[in-house]
């Protein structure tokens, strides 16, 4: 077989894992369709400052075990590779995930425009806090499935995390090329982002708890809250 | 009448935003601070049922979609009702358990005691004077100092006060001749009521002669009556 006319970067394109390829500046001059959505969680610089660390001595690959948590993105090795003083490559070996299957949790599920409760839920909130607020919404946002009161509680909870702090920025927008599965089923992701400079943590147990009856994966940061909704429809 | 109260506006403009949604709202605050007419600015038709009466609303809530709960505070075991597929706007004190409000509502808002509201205080007072004037019939200009309403027990005690201002400042002579009779018809008794009873004429009267001319000098003038026995009589009085 000829396989000169095959079209690897297209393999390497969709590969499930990040692959990133810098120049000697540390400047991406290439990267796949996973690494885009990893670089939504690290900085470009840090990879870049892996990749050197764990570059081969010379010319080569090298591919070690090494544990790395980007937010609710876990790895477990990586692979540094360069033929060239002009370019490195870094490649990151995804953890099998052993995470129990999720099940729909069909109960309460009424059709829903999310931007319509995030809307009243900062309305209350804004009632005891009078500091900067920014929102950013996808208007365009498919209307969800979902259950109207404990998906309120979650925001209610998500937000008055935020109770103190100088300036909020909140961004509800669907994720490009990220899914969530449920019972087998694929479903898109809508992705609400609180952020400011510190928050209270004395809610995250019942933002959890909330987050797994609603099907809702959230991330719970020092400085933000990010809760990714299935768009059932 | 429109309230203008920042934070009044601010729970409106939140009740009507969820007012086609099945989420349970709450909302807490003193009583006659306004919760129920809030309420029903958004939610004018709703089934409207009290805490208290624990068979009704459980029945209440198998049959209806969307319920004010009043007293929600009066609820025993709360947590046994079933809020889903609801559409909830309760009305609570301030004595309201935290944690149960925490895990049934979803939108929580606290109304402030009118005392903290003073452009609400503005408007509700002339509303209610003008409400008083038509009510009563009283046709003149009525200005009541702030000092003289009372928001002890918020909206209720305010607007009392306010018909009682209005009331007060219609009596002419006879309409005060004719409380005098009737206060009299039913207290005069005893064997020293002559002395007794003079004191409501004669009490109101010296403060009144005080406050409108200053000094003792110029009231015994204008009553007529001898300083020293103007003098023993705010003695009798304990009028300094």
């Known amino acids: 077989m000829n396989t000169v006319s095959i079209d690897y970067q297209f393999i390497v394109d969709s590969d499930s894992s990040p692959v990133v390829l810098f120049n000697y500046e540390g400047k991406i001059v290439w990267l796949n369709n996973s690494a885009e959505i990893l670089l939504g969680y690290v900085e470009k610089r840090e990879l870049f400052n892996l990749a050197l660390r764990y570059a081969p001595k010379s010319f080569g690959t090298n591919t070690i075990l090494l544990n790395l948590n980007y937010k609710h ?42 931007n319509l409760l995030l809307e009243a839920s900062i309305n209350l909130f804004k009632i ?20 109207q009161n404990s998906f309120s509680r979650l925001l209610r909870k998500s937000l008055e995390s935020f109770r103190q702090s100088s300036r909020i920025d909140i961004s509800l927008k669907i994720t490009i090329g990220e899914f969530m ?32 009856n609603l099907d809702v994966m959230v991330i719970l940061d020092e400085n933000s809250i990010t809760l990714d909704i299935p768009i059932i429809n | 009448m429109k309230l203008k109260d920042e934070r009044v506006k601010s729970i409106l403009d ?9 989420v349970s709202t709450i909302i807490i605050g003193e009583e006659y601070s306004g919760r129920g007419s809030l309420v029903r600015e958004v939610f004018p038709h709703s089934v409207a049922v009290d805490g208290g009466d624990i068979e009704n609303l459980k029945s209440t809530l198998a049959r209806e979609d ?31 358990d935290k944690r149960v409000i925490d895990e049934k509502f979803a939108f929580i808002y606290h109304l402030p005691p009118l005392k903290e ?46 018909y009682k201002e209005v009331l007060l400042a219609s009596l002419n002579s006879s309409d005060i001749e004719e409380a005098l009779f009737r206060y009299f018809l039913d207290s005069i008794d005893g064997n020293n009521a002559y002395r007794e009873s ?35 009589k705010l003695h009798e009085y304990s009028i300094d």
């Open chain 1, 73 to 114: 993105l876990e790895f477990y090795a990586i692979s540094v590779s360069y033929n060239s003083e002009e370019w490195v490559a870094l490649r990151l070996y995804y953890r099998p995930r052993t995470t129990k299957e999720r099940k729909l949790n069909s109960k309460n599920l009424i059709t829903t425009d999310i």
């Open chain 2, 66 to 96: 969307e319920i004010i709960i009043k007293n929600f505070e009066k609820v025993k075991e709360p947590n046994s009702l079933d809020f889903e597929y609801k559409r909830i706007i309760a009305i609570a004190s301030d004595s309201m």
């Open chain 2, 117 to 162: 509201r003073p452009d609400d205080i503005e408007v509700l007072s002339r509303y209610f004077l003008k409400e008083a004037k038509e009510t009563l019939m009283v046709d003149m200009d009525i200005t009541i100092p702030q000092s003289r309403l009372d928001i002890s027990k918020n909206i209720l005690s305010l607007k009392a006060s306010i």
């Open chain 1, 128 to 147: 005891n806090y009078n500091r900067k607020l920014s929102l950013l919404v996808d208007k365009d946002l498919p209307k969800i499935k979902i259950d």
């Open chain 2, 14 to 22: 939140s009740l009507r935003v969820v007012k086609n949604l099945y």
């Open chain 2, 198 to 232: 003079l004191g409501i004429l004669e009490r109101p009267l010296l403060l009144a002669g005080l406050k409108k001319f200053g000094s003792q000098l110029r009231l015994s003038e204008v009553l007529g009556i001898n300083r020293n026995t103007l003098r023993k």
């Open chain 1, 181 to 212: 599965v449920i019972e087998k089923r694929r479903y898109q992701v809508a992705r609400l982002k609180i952020e400011a400079n510190g928050r209270y943590t004395d809610s995250d147990r019942d933002i959890l708890y909330l987050s797994e």
